[in-house]
């Protein structure tokens, strides 16, 4: 009885032309598979790639932060080390040691032509000195880095 139905059931006649596509359009489903699963593949490998280099990147991000922080320690001790050697309090001013004793009590210099022999020789060479132009050159360079240092 329900192979007699099925016999004389009437089925529209566009509906079959599917039916004949039904491989063409499993072909073409398979073709757009493949191609996303390579697709799919590409955008892993490329993925990882990217999370490679972000990894080398945030490395390299570490290792510099952590010589900035070692130079940042060692900038805190040369400051420690600077005040040491200046003795500086907040006022700014330099509390240098006091010069010794001896030192102020040392010949000048003019007693020490006045204990040399040729001294009229002695002062004509000094005087030859001064009047150089090397010598003037010096005390020109050492006024000028006064006015600079006066600057700072």
Known sequence: ??????????????????????LS???AEKQMLEM??????QLQEEINEAQRSAERIEEHIQQLQYKIQVLKNQLKEDEKK???IFQENGSGA?????LPKYSLQAPTLQEEILKTQNQKGL?????????????????????????KVDFL
């Open 94 to 98: 330099l509390h240098l040691p006091e």
């Open 82 to 84: 600077a005040r040491k």
């Open 25 to 27: 359009l499993q072909m």
């Open 123 to 147: 002062l004509k060479d000094m005087n030859t000195i001064q009047q150089s132009t090397d010598l003037k050159n010096m005390l020109t360079l050492i006024e000028k880095i006064y006015e």
């Open 36 to 41: 996303n699963e390579e697709s799919l593949v």
């Open 1 to 22: 009885r329900v192979l007699r139905f099925f016999k004389t059931l009437k089925v529209p006649p566009g509906k079959l032309g599917n039916l004949n596509n039904v």
